[in-house]
């Protein structure tokens, strides 16, 4: 039986943030389990054409600067000095604030309406040797947004027991949209050296010596990042896929001409039915790519970027064996081996490592047409592990580029 969304129905609408800043196009897609436009909050112009809508209905509404989330307000710009800027990191080690990080508002001292503890961001704009500048404006304030909201399903709802009222787009672009993006175009200070240092600092061909052939992310994870490789990737491309294991998530549908596997563990890649060529390499040994120059036409690396030591040196020399127009797309999760991974990796926010993988790719300056992608808040599959323990499936997250000529 054929469903419309009504005011007696629930639907699972999924909502797609686009939007563009300092040239890099980004997509941060959300969604909503049970909309209920009943008691739930959303714009008119997305609202009344959603009613009547069914499955596979895709409407669109864009939003100026100041209509999605509060404009611009330069009261929420404040000088504050370094002594009521202070806070501790979770190992204890004092925090110190780099410009263009964001940071919680709880650490800030003498401003309005700010108490201890408060978990919201703000973003340091400005470091010097009297104190900070702390932005508290939205990340998105003064963007331009478009709106996509997508039908998944309809279905009925039995009964009205009152409960929370849910503003979605709030809920789309309060989770961290906009964090990503530089501010005002200058590179943010990622690249301290103790930002790369480890838990772990041991020898990784130690570490990854015994075969680990488990799955890393969940299976809506996975296939979220096949779908996106499936989309970037050409037919007949040869791949790289870095930093690679016993599965490429490339799509059964999608035939390279090669895929060429760099990891760490030779069973694993033995045991990758996709690749055709396997290398066992250390790239926090030795960065060094042994390819030739122009060597392949896309290189992807999942859910492995955290683990990289150097990685700029890495994204130079995968810029080194791509050919003019080829592709580079990195993605991850919420999930990884914290001995392994390097320390600024966990304190980032989850979309500040968006910005942090954005700046790798910006800052290596051969790579164009920057998009960055978000998807998150999707049922987590039944056969996880951590099935009824978390209820939203892992996010993806990614990051792409295509080689300069």
Same mark, same amino acid.
């Given at each position: 039986?054929?469903?419309?969304?009504?005011?007696?129905?629930?639907?699972?609408?999924?909502?797609?943030?686009?939007?563009?800043?300092?040239?890099?196009?980004?997509?941060?897609?959300?969604?909503?389990?049970?909309?209920?436009?009943?008691?739930?909050?959303?714009?008119?112009?997305?609202?009344?054409? +959603?009613?009547?809508?069914?499955?596979?209905?895709?409407?669109?509404?864009?939003?100026?600067?100041?209509?999605?989330?509060?404009?611009?307000?330069?009261?929420?710009?404040?000088?504050?000095?370094?002594?009521?800027?202070?806070?501790?990191?979770?190992?204890?080690?004092?925090?110190?604030?780099?410009?263009?990080?964001?940071?919680?508002?709880?650490?800030?001292?003498?401003?309005?309406?700010?108490?201890?503890?408060?978990?919201?961001?703000?973003?340091?704009? %400005?470091?010097?040797?009297?104190?900070?500048?702390?932005?508290?404006?939205?990340?998105?304030?003064?963007?331009?947004?478009?709106? %996509?909201?997508?039908?998944?399903?309809?279905?009925?709802?039995?009964?009205?027991?009152?409960?929370?009222?849910?503003?979605?787009?709030?809920?789309?672009?309060?989770?961290?949209?906009?964090?990503?993006?530089?501010?005002?175009?200058?590179? #943010?200070?990622?690249?301290?050296?103790?930002?790369?240092?480890?838990?772990?600092?041991?020898?990784?061909?130690?570490?990854?010596?015994?075969?680990?052939?488990?799955?890393?992310?969940?299976?809506?994870?996975?296939?979220?990042?096949?779908?996106?490789?499936?989309?970037?990737?050409?037919?007949?491309?040869?791949?790289?896929?870095?930093?690679?294991?016993?599965?490429?998530?490339?799509?059964?549908?999608?035939?390279?001409?090669?895929?060429?596997?760099?990891?760490?563990?030779?069973?694993?890649?033995?045991?990758?039915?996709?690749?055709?060529?396997?290398?066992?390499?250390?790239?926090?040994?030795?960065?060094?790519?042994?390819?030739?120059?122009?060597?392949?036409?896309?290189?992807?690396?999942?859910?492995?970027? %955290?683990?990289? #030591?150097?990685?700029? %040196?890495?994204?130079?020399?995968?810029?080194?064996?791509?050919?003019?127009?080829? +592709?580079?797309?990195?993605?991850?999760?919420?999930?990884?081996?914290?001995?392994?991974?390097?320390?600024?990796?966990?304190?980032?926010?989850?979309?500040?490592?968006?910005?942090?993988?954005?700046?790798?790719?910006?800052?290596?300056?051969?790579?164009?047409?920057?998009?960055?992608?978000?998807?998150?808040?999707?049922?987590?599959?039944?056969?996880?592990?951590?099935?009824?323990?978390?209820?939203?499936?892992?996010?993806?997250?990614?990051?792409?580029?295509?080689?300069?000529?």
């Amino acid at each position: 039986m054929m469903l419309w969304i009504t005011e007696e129905s629930l639907a699972g609408i999924e909502f797609v943030l686009r939007w563009e800043k300092n040239g890099v196009r980004h997509t941060d897609a959300t969604f909503a389990p049970r909309v209920n436009l009943w008691r739930d909050i959303l714009p008119q112009r997305l609202r009344q054409p +959603l009613l009547g809508a069914m499955a596979g209905d895709r409407l669109t509404a864009a939003f100026e600067p100041g209509e999605l989330v509060p404009a611009v307000n330069p009261r929420l710009v404040h000088r504050v000095a370094h002594a009521r800027a202070a806070g501790r990191l979770a190992d204890g080690a004092p925090l110190v604030l780099r410009r263009g990080r964001f940071y919680p508002r709880g650490i800030l001292g003498g401003i309005a309406n700010v108490f201890p503890g408060n978990r919201a961001p703000f973003r340091c704009t %400005e470091v010097d040797a009297e104190g900070i500048t702390a932005d508290l404006n939205h990340p998105l304030a003064g963007v331009r947004v478009v709106v %996509e909201a997508v039908v998944h399903d309809v279905r009925p709802k039995f009964e009205e027991h009152g409960g929370t009222a849910y503003d979605w787009l709030e809920e789309a672009a309060g989770g961290g949209a906009g964090m990503q993006a530089r501010f005002d175009g200058r590179p #943010t200070d990622f690249f301290i050296p103790e930002a790369f240092d480890r838990e772990d600092p041991s020898d990784d061909a130690g570490f990854y010596a015994r075969p680990r052939l488990v799955q890393h992310i969940d299976a809506h994870a996975r296939q979220t990042i096949t779908e996106l490789h499936g989309r970037l990737i050409p037919p007949g491309a040869r791949v790289l896929d870095l930093m690679s294991s016993w599965v490429s998530h490339l799509p059964a549908s999608r035939e390279p001409a090669e895929i060429t596997g760099l990891g760490m563990n030779a069973a694993e890649l033995a045991a990758n039915p996709r690749l055709t060529t396997r290398t066992v390499h250390d790239l926090n040994r030795t960065p060094a790519l042994p390819y030739g120059a122009a060597s392949f036409d896309a290189v992807t690396c999942t859910a492995s970027v %955290e683990y990289l #030591t150097r990685p700029a %040196e890495v994204f130079a020399e995968v810029a080194r064996v791509l050919s003019p127009g080829g +592709l580079f797309a990195v993605t991850f999760s919420n999930r990884w081996f914290p001995p392994k991974a390097i320390r600024l990796w966990s304190e980032l926010h989850p979309f500040e490592r968006l910005g942090f993988v954005l700046e790798l790719f910006q800052s290596a300056k051969v790579f164009t047409r920057l998009e960055t992608f978000c998807s998150q808040g999707w049922p987590r599959p039944a056969d996880d592990t951590y099935f009824g323990q978390l209820p939203a499936a892992d996010p993806v997250f990614g990051v792409w580029g295509t080689r300069s000529a």
